[in-house]
């Protein structure tokens, strides 16, 4: 079946610095790739829609200034935490859809500890 | 504003006995609904469905979409210690493209 690379999956960082999560569509083409976090025992909240050549929409109260979204070509999109606060602790996912069949795949995640 | 509502929130049953799941919403702009299985990581596709009425199988799976009553069931038959799992309900909606809106998810858990 069709593979989402996530990486890292899992990441432990300053407070104050940057981290960059890498999400690639390893078998077939995404023009449209998501962003979620998930905190524990809760379900995934959706942060942006990342469509390839284009600005990301970030959902209502997601900082675009902190989440930092490009997806640069079909099969890869990232998103750079910028200047991670332990409040930025968190499970990120992405997803990534087939532009030919519309399926919706999952990356494994990203541990994010901000200490 | 967009929602999909999952119940029940958890649920504890012994194996082979036969589970549904519930997942109703209210949204605009339907497209799909999507069911995933949860264990410890990435959620796992499960059903795609886009058209009222056709149940889909896989397996001791299934579901179906009642889009004029705007919900969705999960059948899991003759359940197993292994279909222990969150199960999430998404719907995907048009805007901006596509997004999924996720709901709160069912703990399931199957006692031996």
């Known amino acids: 079946g069709a593979v989402v690379s996530q990486h890292p999956s899992r990441v432990i960082c300053k407070s104050g610095t940057s981290v960059k999560i890498e999400c690639r569509s390893l078998?077939?083409?995404?023009?449209?790739m998501f962003w979620y976090r998930q905190f524990p025992k809760q379900s995934l909240m959706l942060m942006a829609t990342?469509?390839?050549?284009?600005?990301?929409?970030?959902e209502q109260g997601v900082e675009k200034d902190k989440f930092l979204i490009n997806h640069a070509s079909l099969t890869l999109s990232t998103l750079t935490v910028t200047s991670a606060h332990p409040e930025d602790s968190s499970f990120y996912i992405c997803?990534?859809?087939?532009?030919?069949?519309?399926?919706?795949?999952f990356g494994e995640g990203s541990r994010l500890t901000v200490l | 504003e967009d929602k999909v509502v999952q119940s029940p929130l958890s649920l504890v049953v012994h194996e082979g006995d036969t589970v549904t799941l519930n997942c109703s919403y209210e949204v605009t702009n339907f497209r799909s609904l999507l069911w995933y299985k949860q264990e410890k990581k990435a959620p796992t596709f499960l059903f795609m469905l886009t058209s009222s009425g056709i149940e889909k199988k896989s397996g001791r799976l299934s579901s179906i979409l009642d889009k004029k009553e705007l919900f969705s069931i999960l059948n899991i038959t003759a359940t197993q210690t292994g279909d222990s799992a969150v199960y999430l309900c998404a719907v995907g909606v048009m805007e901006y493209g596509n997004k999924l809106v996720f709901g709160a998810g069912t703990i399931l858990r199957v006692k031996s």
């Open positions: 078998d077939f083409q995404a023009t449209t």
């Open positions: 990342s469509n390839e050549g284009s600005k990301a929409t970030y």
């Open positions: 997803s990534a859809m087939d532009r030919n069949t519309g399926e919706l795949f």
